[in-house]
């Protein structure tokens, strides 16, 4: 499990340290740092990924870096709980180049990359350093994917391989379901699209789900169950339509009466990216205000979702803004956010007296009072 995120001179995360646990509920104000953390994530999920040059992916740095200053370094790290013990990585890079990256795994220095008198040095556990670059280097793949091909000793290259795992693609889900009207659109829906996983905005969710379907998925038999619950549909049909070469995603209610995905109200199109992304993502799953467009009785709903992902070993991460789906968290899931800083407020004897709903009680200041 990931137990804590670094991140340094990320637009207005300075110096940031979050404390994670199994589900974790952000809240703050616009412009505290909860989308910063979002994409701070996907940046260090991109770079695993190594699927553009470091060039592209940073091509902008100036409007990311704190500032806008590119002279300052920006650092991401982690440090996750696994069967082979604590890990800590952390990687910091500047404008054209990686500047150095560390992974310790159980209180040993595993890998060590550096900048020196010109060349990028990478010394592994065991063996001698070398040098992998003479000059800027443009991240044709991560530095812990390059040393497990070099390591001789089986039981480090395995330890090497499930660190990039757990960073790599399959293994976080980072989401924004913000582009809502666009879902079921016939350019998201065409028949050479290819997606074995959810993207950030959803927009391929037809082809996901198609998918799974043709791969005799569990999860979108479970999926299909709970829609047609929710929705009363007598079945939620998803297929490819050779003719026309398209994807299609409907609500069957007869036999000639059916609903398109581009048609549906924008509660069920947000319920079923939900519930596809909580049981799609392998490891962590992180989720932009979740709520929106859910009517306020479902809030319940998503809560009992979350709960299973996590029964599963999914940890979880949300934002809100949201009083009402604030109230369906205990208070030890709430990490505060203001002005870049995440913090878990502390909860005193005067919590149990109030009468008032957690929601209230967290966006209010009787936090601020309490811990004073």
Known sequence: MLKKIRIKNYKNLREAEVKLGPINLIVGPNAS???????????????????????KLWKDYENVVSDNDPNLSITLGCDWETKEGEISYSLTFGEKTIEEETLIIGGEMFLHAWWEKGN????????????IADRPYRWVEPHLAGAAKSISEEEWANKLRKVGE???IDRWGLFRFFNILDIGKPENMRGNLVADRLSYDGLDIAVVLWEMKDKNNSAFAEIKEVMEELTE????DVGLSREAN?????LMYGKDLFIRLYSWPDGWKQTLLLLTALKTSKNLVFIEEPETHLRPDLFRFVR?????????GIQVILTTHNLSFINQFKFDEVILVEDGKFRRPKKGKWLEECALS?????????????EE
């Open 166 to 168: 757990f960073l790599g």
């Open 120 to 131: 990028l040095i990478r010394h592994v556990k065991g063996q001698e350093p070398i040098v």
């Open 358 to 370: 957690l929601g209230d009680v967290i966006t209010s200041s009787l936090v601020e009072e309490a």
């Open 304 to 312: 009992g979702q979350i709960e299973e992902a996590a029964d599963k």
């Open 33 to 55: 740092g909860k989308t910063a953390l979002w994409e701070a994530m996907q940046r260090l999920n991109q770079l695993f990924r190594a699927q553009e040059g470091y060039d």
């Open 233 to 236: 549909a007598r079945e939620m």
């Open 246 to 250: 398209t994807f299609y995603l409907r």
